[in-house]
């Protein structure tokens, strides 16, 4: 059955309601839920209207996003569709009113690394995600908080989600709504974010990934002390030939950081894995 079908079809059961909001997000006004439609589990996101003045425009421009005729087909993307909560009848129970999105529920990109992971899994796997988000900065948009849960693996490809911050590389936003734990050292210091403030939030994560690690602070300001001044990277020696990638990615002034995405690919295909 299509996506769309059984969106449109009311005899279709949404089986298996379960409220994912983390309680401070719910206090704000936002819902997600998780549903089954014929043993696929699905998501559904939304904002109750008149609730928060940051976070529920915030929303409505991931839906617009989504909504673009340029962005809504491309393959970086999750299936997903864009409802009328009070025109749907499996979401009357829920009574909220104004747009929802449903999204494929699929698995997480960055699985654990395994001791016998071949290098050139590990190289393919960090290609795949660069490719995803050049895909993005290509068609002229910054994602803007990029973390580890916002790459899913779908049919054997990385796909990107959660577009709440996202916006157009032309018009740079200074407002400081990105996660301190991947924001880049020049965010801590009020300028915009960019491609670049991307590209280090992937060093983040790969960093992390690569040493199975994750990096701890416990104020705003201890991780802007800890971007800015004391991050220094070290990789297990099994995979030390990921550092020149690593390097490019998350150099504290933006100057020396890699410029774009095919930056970071010419690096990484340089590597020599033997």
């Known amino acids: 059955m299509s996506f769309i079908t059984w969106i449109s079809d009311p005899t279709i059961q949404w089986n298996n309601w379960s409220l994912e909001t983390k309680k401070r997000s719910y206090d704000f006004g936002r819902r997600l839920y998780t549903f089954q439609v014929e043993n696929q589990k699905y998501w559904l996101k939304f904002h109750v209207v008149d609730t928060d003045p940051v976070i529920e425009p915030a929303f409505q421009g991931e839906l617009d996003f989504y909504q673009l005729e340029s962005i809504h087909s491309q393959h970086f993307l999750l299936p ?8 749907t009848p499996q979401c009357l129970h829920l009574e909220a009113k104004g747009r929802g ?7 997480k990109f960055f699985t654990d690394i395994l001791p016998t992971t071949d290098l050139e899994i590990i190289q393919k796997k ?10 993005m900065h290509e068609m002229g948009w910054v994602h803007g908080d990029l973390k580890p849960a916002h790459f899913r693996l779908y049919h054997g490809s990385c796909r990107l989600i959660d577009f709440e911050q996202s916006f157009k590389s032309q018009c740079p936003i200074t407002r400081m709504d990105a996660t301190p734990h991947y924001m880049a050292p020049e965010l801590f210091h009020g300028e915009a974010k960019s491609i ?5 939030a992937l060093g983040i994560i790969l960093y992390e990934w690569l040493t199975n690690t994750k990096l701890n602070a416990d104020t705003y300001y201890d991780w802007a002390v800890l971007h800015c001044q004391q ?24 100057e020396q950081r890699f410029r774009s995405v095919l930056d970071a690919k010419g690096c990484l295909n340089a590597i020599d894995l033997l």
């Not at 960090?126 to 895909?135: H, K, M, N, S």
């Not at 991050?231 to 933006?254: D, M, S, W």
């Open 80 to 87: 997903h569709h864009i409802i009328i909560l009070e025109q």
């Open 231 to 254: 991050l220094h990277i070290q990789l297990p020696k099994a995979l030390e030939c990921f550092f020149p990638l690593l390097n490019g990615l998350l150099q504290k002034r933006v």
């Open 196 to 200: 670049q403030s991307d590209l280090y």
């Open 101 to 107: 999105l449903i999204l494929f529920d699929a698995e």
């Open 126 to 135: 960090i290609l795949d995600a660069l490719e995803t988000l050049d895909y």
